[in-house]
């Protein structure tokens, strides 16, 4: 995204290198980039050496084989060797022109830059062994995709126009990889990515596969892109657990005028069959996706988009009173390479003034979750998107303005930019007007096989409200791919027609159900961690270890109902910053296995800093840890104060016959639907003293002092060492912490291997 370029420079600043490569000393390393924004690679021109425009599965390992042997020589010279691979661009090496009016263009007649393209998704590299990080993403799961490429043909979308030909992995492959990546992850959800999944030649097959070793590996699987019919609703509830929360439609537009303008045909009827399907199925919500800025909209295209919803409510209430609708609104924004790229963009105010058409509509339903982007970061996204060189300026200023991570909506920086538009001179109405379709383009250099005569023919079309059907399912629309990649077309047209008549002679073998086997052992394991993993929350402690565990080939023992986990119990939750060597995981298993094996295949698997010390059987029916823990005992490591005062607060803490503390509790929810809240969390006082069993110094050095800890359970509480740490008077960011043993009613002897 546009929106990540100031922390591309930030990537550049501190690696210690100048942002504009012009700068760069003759002997350092070539700084490339590639990726969707690329195909306008002009913004950003001034500060990366040379871009991949296309696919890089291939091209990478060129790259790599073209700078090894010539890493000796100079930039120029290394920038002309990697000029000459398919798909490079470098910018330094190309003659543009500059206009009277200051737009830097390429050169009229200059050789085109052409995409690279991977003949076969079987055949590219795939990386199974990928790293997966311990703290949570917003994307958290094994992502495979299945299908590139879209022919569906709506006008606003750029990923479905540069990714053509379609091409697909095959059911063998796709299997294959999903074993491969889910043994060396760990991962518990499978993610099959593509534009719209529904489109593989053979989606039955596929989900039937899927579905199998999903259930075998203990995994949920999930169709991120669906296409907008009855067939997606059914291929969603084949992979769908028990429990169903909602599903996703992209509709884009609420009225058939406009949807004739985006080329995304379906009736208001159909939706709504959809949407009753969906409810009909177990589903709780239906989330819609639209865009209000769309060329040719109207107020009335946007109010549309209200009462479409409310019927979608009603359709769905009818059948769950507690149905809801949640809405994602984005603000279009022309991408280059689309029959859009000519249209106009709506201003923030404007946005602001369409958002607030649709907010005035939906306060009527507290069933509705009207969610919508930030005008303020769309407003950037069309500052960059259809720019020439002379955007760098802006980035670079907005940059040293204090901008950096615009894609977070609270902490984008609009005045940074405001400003630097100020500063730079920017037109901004330039950027946001329509554009002559013979106009000359900053991209025009770029070749993504289909023509630029073709875009300007769809959006004359677009104008007229035609509508195009996919070119799998009729006729060729000559839109320039088949001319460069006739080969791949072809496939692509033969694949999906042998896959079609497949899918109907295909009978799917019957889905036996999924019987959980009893538990027949429980290991109880010593664990802790040191330094980086010590600022992870306890969420991502526990998944940290679920996914090594999966690694290790544990066989998980797993609960039954609604949303199955495995049965994996902890002896505390450990705060964040916390370190340990004396923490307990019990792992319930539906196998036997010796423990000494599964702990040194665990170890094999560890990240680094996480720490399994020990591992022993213990009876199934044994209590849960966390009802077992009696005490904890804590070193704490102090930088500061001196020995002596130390001893000196230790002991008049200790002398106290009452250590009162504020400790916050829990507040029940309050109202209901939009109105819910949670009340401000409330303090009461404890007396805190009767669990400080032991509380003295330790080893004593010049640099720092031992602080040793032993608190015992009282009255179902524990005293923490937060609280030991602010009663003493100690600075809570440079005391560290360490867990040395959580002492259970019954202690189990662990030898540490």
């Known amino acids: 995204s546009e929106l990540t370029y100031t922390n591309i420079l930030t990537i550049i600043d501190l690696s210690g290198f100048p942002l504009r490569s012009k700068d760069r000393a003759d002997d350092a390393p070539l700084i490339f980039a590639g990726g969707p924004t690329s195909f306008n690679p002009e913004p950003m021109a001034p500060f990366i050496d040379f871009f991949v425009i296309g696919e890089g599965e291939d091209v990478v390992v060129e790259i790599a084989e073209c700078i090894r042997p010539i890493k000796h020589l100079s ?7 990697v000029e000459k691979i398919e798909g490079v661009y470098v910018p330094e090496l190309y003659p543009f022109d500059t206009l009277p009016n200051g737009q830097i263009l390429p ?23 990928y790293i997966v990080p311990y703290t949570q993403q917003v994307h958290d799961r094994l992502s495979l995709e299945v299908l590139r490429g879209c022919t569906q043909g709506c006008r606003f979308c750029q990923a479905g126009m540069v990714t053509r030909p379609v091409r697909e992995r095959s059911l063998k492959n796709i299997d294959q990889l999903m074993r491969e990546s889910l043994e060396k992850t760990g991962y518990e959800e499978v993610s099959l990515v593509s534009l719209s999944t529904c489109d593989y030649s053979r989606p039955l097959q596929l989900i039937d596969q899927a579905a199998r070793q999903g259930r075998e590996s203990r995994v949920s699987i999930s169709l991120p892109s669906l296409r907008l019919d009855s067939f997606s609703v059914e291929m969603a509830d084949k992979v769908a657990d028990i429990r169903r929360s909602g599903r996703n439609f992209a509709p884009e537009a609420a009225t058939p005028r406009l949807r004739a303008v ?40 946007v109010e549309a988009i209200v009462d479409l919803c409310f019927r979608n409510l009603k ?17 279009f924004v022309p991408k280059p390479f689309t029959p859009f790229q000519w249209a106009p963009q709506i201003n923030m105010e404007e946005t602001e003034r369409r958002q607030k058409i649709l907010d005035t509509g939906f306060k009527k339903s507290a069933s509705i ?21 002379r955007c760098a300026d802006l980035i670079e200023t907005a940059w040293k303005n204090g901008a950096r991570f615009e894609s977070w909506d609270e902490l984008c920086n609009l005045k940074a930019w405001l400003k630097a538009i100020e500063q730079t001179d920017y037109d901004v109405e330039f950027e946001f007007r329509e554009r002559d379709p013979e106009e000359r383009l900053p991209w025009d250099h770029i070749d993504v096989l289909i023509t630029k005569k073709w875009l300007q023919e769809d959006w004359a079309r677009a104008k007229q409200y035609e509508y195009a059907q996919d070119c799998r399912a009729g006729k060729c629309h000559m839109c320039g791919v088949i001319d460069k990649e006739q080969e791949l077309c072809s496939h692509m047209l033969r694949n999906q027609r042998k896959g079609r008549i497949e899918e109907k002679k295909w009978t799917p073998p019957p889905l036996p159900e999924y019987i959980e086997p009893e538990a027949v052992q429980r290991i109880r394991f010593r664990i802790g961690r040191t330094g980086d993993p010590r600022f992870l929350s306890h969420l991502e402690w526990m998944n940290a270890w679920i996914r090594t565990l999966r690694r290790a080939r544990a066989p998980l023992s797993y609960s039954q109902g609604f949303h199955a986990h495995p049965k994996i119990n902890f002896a505390a939750a450990l705060p964040v910053g916390e370190e340990s060597q004396g923490d307990y995981m019990d792992v319930t298993l539906k196998d036997f296995v010796h423990p000494s094996d599964l702990l040194e295949r665990i170890k094999q698997t560890l990240p680094e800093g996480f720490l399994a010390l020990g591992a022993e059987d213990i009876p199934l029916r044994t209590p849960s840890l ?38 916050k509790v829990k507040n029940k929810q309050k109202g209901r639907g939009r109105k819910q809240r949670r009340a401000p969390k409330k303090t009461a006082p404890l007396n805190i003293r009767p669990m400080i069993y032991g509380l003295a110094l330790g080893e004593c050095s010049d640099e720092r002092v031992t602080i040793l800890f032993t608190t015992l359970l009282q009255e179902n509480k524990l005293a923490k060492p937060k609280e030991i740490i602010e009663l003493l008077g100690l600075d809570p960011v440079s005391t560290r912490v360490l867990k040395c043993d959580t002492m259970l009613e019954r202690e189990a002897v662990f030898a540490v291997q």
């Not at 359709?315 to 603000?331: E, F």
């Not at 009207?370 to 998107?385: M, Y």
């Open 75 to 81: 930039r120029l010279d290394r920038l002309k060797a």
């Open 107 to 129: 050169k009229i007649g200059a050789p085109l830059i052409r995409k690279r393209v991977v003949d076969s998704l079987d055949g590219a590299k795939f990386p199974t062994a």
């Open 262 to 301: 985006i080329n995304k045909w379906i009736p208001d009827e159909e939706l709504l069959e959809m949407s009753a399907e969906a409810f009909k199925r177990g589903w709780k919500h239906v989330k819609c996706y639209f865009m209000i800025g769309l060329p040719t909209e109207r107020d009335e295209d």
């Open 315 to 331: 359709v769905g209430k009818d059948i769950n009173p507690k149905a809801r609708i949640h809405l994602g609104i984005s603000t």
């Open 369 to 389: 979750k009207f969610g919508r982007h930030d005008p303020q970061t769309t407003f950037i996204e069309g500052l960059i998107t259809r720019a020439d060189r």
């Open 626 to 663: 966390m009802s077992s823990v009696s005490g904890i005992d804590y070193n704490l490591f102090v930088e500061g104060p001196s020995a002596e005062e130390l001893e000196a607060r230790i002991t008049a803490l200790m002398d106290s016959e009452e250590v009162i503390i504020q400790r």
